[in-house]
């Protein structure tokens, strides 16, 4: 018979209060904030905007009428307006979180 493994007692590490993480910020990292926020605001609403145009304009029975048509106005697009208009909402916050990650990057000195 083996005599049975006795193991030390778990090490736990306390902070008092202060979390201890790891912040890194590469330039890749700093690049590709860069680039959601242009693409964001270089147009990428702007077209949610102008897709939303059109599909009114398809939704008007004085434009396009027939039974596709009343299946459009009536649910294809009112459900995906919806999904749009969640989209631009989000990207919007997006643009706003990557703002403060952009700025809070800067500040702690990982600015070029």
Known sequence: MSSPVVLPPPVYF???GVSMSRV???EQAKAAIGQ???IITGGFTDQISALDAQGRVLSDPNVWDGPLAA???GSTWPETKAALDKAKEELEQLRG???KISQDIFSAGGGA
Do not use: A, I, K, N
Request: no cysteine.
């Open 24 to 26: 890194l910020s590469t």
């Open 71 to 73: 299946e459009f106005r």
């Open 14 to 16: 306390f902070t008092l």
């Open 97 to 99: 979180q990557l703002q």
């Open 36 to 38: 959601v926020q242009s």
